[in-house]
C-alpha cells in the first residue's frame, strides 16, 4: 500500500468517526427532549476504484422510530383528550346543577309542593300564599340560572372550537413548511432528521385535537389527513372552520364547503358533540321538564277560585304566564324562566286555593296542587316531576364517570406506548457513552496510521 493512500484511508476514517462521535454527542445533548428521536450511524465499507477498500463511510443516519407504534400512540392520545375534555366540561355543568345539595333543582320543587300543602292547611293565609309566591319564584329562578348556565358552556365550546381550529390550521401550515424543507434537503441527499422531529411533534399535538391519518413517501415527507379530508403535505395546506351543519358543529374545508371532516376523536370531537348533542339534550329535557311543570301546575290552578276580591271569587287565572286577548296562556315559560302571573304576584288573594266560589275555607285546589308532586306525567315518560329531574343528572353524572374511566383506561395505555417509545427511540446515555469511547478508539487508531505514514515518509526523505 502507498504512502498516499495510506494517509487517504487514515484522513478518511479520522473524518467518519469524528461525524460519528458528532452525532452520539447529539443524542447525548438531546437525551432530555421528548420530541427528540435517536439517530443511529449506518458504517459501509469505502470502496474504490477496482473494487479495492479504501477505507470506512457512513452509509446512512437512521432516525430510529417506529411508525406503527407512533399511529397508535396518537390514535390513544387523541381519545385521551377527547375524554379529557369531555370531564373538564361535564365537571362544569355538575357545579351548575350543583345536586345533590341544598340549591339543586330538586329542593325547590320539593319546596314549592309542601309551601302548597302547608297553604292547603289554612287557605286563607296570606303569609302561607305569600310563601308559595317565594317558592314559585325561588323555583324559576333556579331553573333560569340552570339553563343559562346551558347556554354559557354551549357558548364557551364554540369559543373553544374557534381556539381550535385556528390550531389546526396552525399546525398544518407548520407541517406542509417542514415537509417543504425536508422534502428539498432529502432530494438532495441531505439527511434532515432534525427537520423530521420538528414535524412529527406537531402531528402528535395535531392528533391531540382531531383523529388524523399519516402517509409517507419516497422523500421523507408526509401527507395528513384531518377526519378523512386532505389537510397537508409537501406541495399544499388545507384550511379548515367551523360551522353549524343540520345543527352540529362540523369541521369543513375552506377551500371545499362541502369537504366535511368526520370527527370522532381528540378535543375537537368532544367539543362539539357535547355543544351539538350533549349540552343540547340536558338543555332541551330542563325546557320540557319546566313546560310540564307549567302546563300541570296552571290546569289545576286555572279549575280553582281566588280568595273574594271586591265581594266576588275569580277563576281561571293561571299561576304561570299571562291570557291573552282570546283566553289562551302566554309567557309562562320564556328564555329558561318560569313567570309567575301578575295578578298573583301584585296580590297573593288570586292565589286559587279553592274549587268552591267565596267559599274561603275550601282547599280542594291547593291540596290538588300539593299532590301534583307525586303525579305520574304521560309527557315525562310516566315520571313524576321529581323522577324526571333525577332520571336528567343520572344521565349527566353516568356520562361524567364514563369520561373518568375512559380517561384512566387510555391514560393507561399512552403511557404505555410513551414507555416503548422511549424504549425504543429514546436515548440511553449508558449507551450513547460507550459508542462515543468505541469512536474515540477508531479515530485514535486512524490518527495513529497518520503518524505511522508520516514516520515512513520521514524515513524515505532521510534516504534521499
Not at 286577548?325 to 328564555?335: E, P
Not at 301584585?346 to 307525586?374: F, H, M
Not at 315525562?380 to 332520571?391: C, P, R, V
Request: without cysteine; charged residues 20%; glycine residues 6%.
Amino acid at each position: 500500500m502507498s504512502i498516499g493512500r495510506l494517509l487517504d484511508i487514515s484522513v478518511r476514517t479520522m473524518n467518519t468517526y469524528q461525524s460519528a462521535i458528532d452525532t452520539a454527542s447529539q443524542n447525548i445533548s438531546n437525551a432530555g427532549n421528548p420530541d427528540y428521536t435517536r439517530q443511529k450511524v449506518v458504517f459501509a465499507n469505502e470502496v474504490g476504484e477496482k473494487g479495492i477498500g479504501i477505507g470506512v463511510k457512513i452509509q446512512d443516519v437512521l432516525r430510529i422510530r417506529n411508525d406503527i407504534l407512533d399511529s397508535q400512540l396518537r390514535k390513544y392520545q387523541s381519545s385521551l383528550s377527547d375524554s379529557q375534555k369531555r370531564s373538564e366540561v361535564l365537571k362544569q355543568i355538575e357545579a351548575i346543577v350543583s345536586e345533590p345539595s341544598s340549591n339543586g333543582l330538586s329542593t325547590f320543587i320539593t319546596e314549592f309542593f309542601n309551601a302548597w300543602d302547608a297553604l292547603s292547611a289554612n287557605p286563607n293565609s296570606q303569609q302561607l300564599r305569600l310563601t308559595v309566591i317565594q317558592k314559585a319564584q325561588e323555583l324559576s329562578s333556579r331553573f333560569k340560572d340552570t339553563i343559562d348556565g346551558f347556554s354559557e358552556i354551549q357558548y364557551m365550546l364554540q369559543q373553544d372550537a374557534n381556539v381550535q381550529v385556528n390550531q389546526i390550521n396552525d399546525y398544518l401550515k407548520g407541517i406542509y413548511e417542514l415537509n417543504q424543507r425536508i422534502y428539498d434537503a432529502e432530494a438532495r441527499g441531505t439527511k434532515a432528521n432534525e427537520l423530521k422531529d420538528q414535524r412529527d411533534a406537531l402531528i402528535d399535538k395535531l392528533s391531540q385535537i382531531v383523529n388524523i391519518s399519516v402517509q409517507k413517501n419516497d422523500y421523507g415527507s408526509v401527507m395528513v389527513n384531518v377526519g378523512g379530508v386532505y389537510g397537508a403535505d409537501q406541495t399544499n395546506y388545507n384550511q379548515f372552520e367551523v360551522k353549524m351543519v343540520d345543527g352540529q358543529l362540523r369541521l369543513v374545508s375552506k377551500l371545499d364547503s362541502n369537504s366535511l371532516a368526520y370527527v370522532n376523536g381528540g378535543e375537537f370531537f368532544a367539543t362539539s358533540d357535547l355543544l351539538s348533542n350533549k349540552i343540547a339534550a340536558y338543555k332541551s329535557a330542563y325546557e320540557k321538564l319546566a313546560t310540564n311543570f307549567v302546563d300541570q301546575v296552571n290546569a289545576v290552578h286555572t279549575q280553582g277560585y281566588t280568595l273574594p276580591i271586591g265581594g266576588s271569587s275569580n277563576t281561571g287565572i293561571p299561576f304561570f304566564g299571562e291570557l291573552n286577548s282570546s283566553g289562551k296562556i302566554v309567557n309562562a315559560f320564556v328564555d329558561g324562566e318560569i313567570k309567575i302571573n301578575s295578578a298573583v304576584l301584585s296580590d297573593p288573594r288570586n292565589i286559587a286555593a279553592s274549587s268552591v266560589a267565596g267559599y274561603e275555607g275550601n282547599n280542594e285546589i291547593a291540596t290538588r296542587i300539593a299532590e301534583l308532586s307525586k303525579a305520574k306525567i304521560p309527557e315525562l315518560d310516566n315520571q313524576t316531576f321529581t323522577e324526571n329531574y333525577t332520571s336528567i343528572i343520572n344521565s349527566i353524572a353516568q356520562e361524567k364517570v364514563m369520561s373518568d374511566n375512559s380517561i384512566t383506561s387510555n391514560d393507561l395505555v399512552v403511557q404505555n406506548l410513551k414507555t416503548q417509545k422511549a424504549s425504543y427511540s429514546g436515548v440511553s446515555i449508558d449507551e450513547e457513552m460507550t459508542n462515543v469511547m468505541k469512536y474515540q478508539r477508531s479515530y485514535e487508531a486512524a490518527s495513529k496510521l497518520v503518524k505511522i505514514a508520516d514516520e515512513l515518509l520521514q524515513t524515505i526523505l532521510n534516504m534521499v
